[in-house]
């Protein structure tokens, strides 16, 4: 009798050790339940898909078949009245033909009376897509684009193809095309012909890459990968991206940009 007086009291016992456990919310092994929480990740504007990325790395992507995503247009480097003549057209377009069913891209043509003529796109970025006042950013811009100047093409000035230049660039300000002393030009150091200058680097040049010798357009992709362009932000948090064309060959261009891809590491 005694015995299972003592077993019944041992039973209680452990039966109230464990309620007073369960109501202190300790889990079997003496340890608390852990909380998870998941991992942020940086993305871009509304106007175009972003893909996630690192910390402190931000990502753009702009496919031209989905609209213009808030990019615009302009030209420079020319003499005050030739703006008739140079012929600037703009704006998103269906491809060739021969590149239908890509459907449409964003068209940039002119005509190279000057000899000179840059011909552009560009867009803003700021505190809504992540951009930090004040922050340098290393910046890699990967542009697609259709043409039709074949390899060792011959024209009036320079080639249709090697002599019309490709840049990308960027800066805390607006590029946008300045008149002095009857000569409009860029108001940012973009560099001259195939050089490039403090806001821009010069990536390649139009020729086709598929071996074409024809005036059927093919798609053509560059990027500045290879080589280091900075890009800093003002003290809003905005910056400029521009990529365009500087041109030696004295006839028409007229490219499709199909995408435009960038990538701002801090």
Same mark, same amino acid.
């Given at each position: ?29 003496? +340890? %608390? ?13 509304? !106007? ?82 992540? @951009? *930090? ?7 890699? @811009? ?13 024209? @009036? ?8 230049? *490709? ?17 409009? +030009? ?16 010069? @990536? +390649?040049? *139009? ?17 500045? &990968? ?5 890009? %800093? ?24 940009? !199909? ?6 590491? &801090?």
């Amino acid at each position: 009798m005694k015995r299972m007086t003592r077993s019944i009291s041992t039973l209680m016992a452990l039966f109230i050790s464990a309620q007073i456990l369960t109501a202190c919310g300790v889990a079997g092994s003496g +340890g %608390t339940t852990p909380v998870t929480t998941k991992p942020t990740t940086t993305t871009g504007s509304s !106007t175009a898909p972003s893909t996630t990325a690192p910390a402190g790395k931000l990502t753009f992507k702009y496919d031209f078949s989905k609209g213009d995503h808030g990019w615009t247009t302009g030209y420079s480097d020319y003499s005050t009245g030739m703006e008739s003549g140079i012929e600037f057209e703009s704006g998103i377009a269906p491809l060739p033909d021969e590149l239908k069913p890509l459907g449409q891209a964003y068209h940039i043509s002119t005509r190279n009376i000057s000899d000179d003529v840059f011909m552009f796109l560009k867009k803003q970025l700021g505190k809504a897509d992540g @951009i *930090v006042p004040n922050r340098t950013y290393k910046a890699n @811009i990967e542009i697609s684009f259709a043409t039709n100047a074949f390899s060792g093409s011959v024209g @009036i000035g320079g080639s249709p193809a090697e002599s019309v230049f *490709v840049k990308v660039g960027g800066a805390p300000l607006e590029p946008k095309a300045e008149s002095s002393n009857d000569y409009v +030009g860029l108001n940012l150091d973009k560099g001259a012909q195939n050089g490039g200058g403090r806001y821009a680097v010069q @990536i +390649g040049n *139009v020729a086709k890459t598929d071996g074409s010798e024809d005036n059927r357009y093919a798609i053509k992709t560059l990027s500045n &990968e290879s080589q280091a362009l900075t890009i %800093t932000s003002d003290a809003n948090g905005e910056l400029w991206i521009f990529v365009g064309t500087d041109s030696g060959f004295e006839g028409t261009t007229t490219l499709y940009y !199909t995408s435009i891809d960038i990538t701002l590491s &801090e």
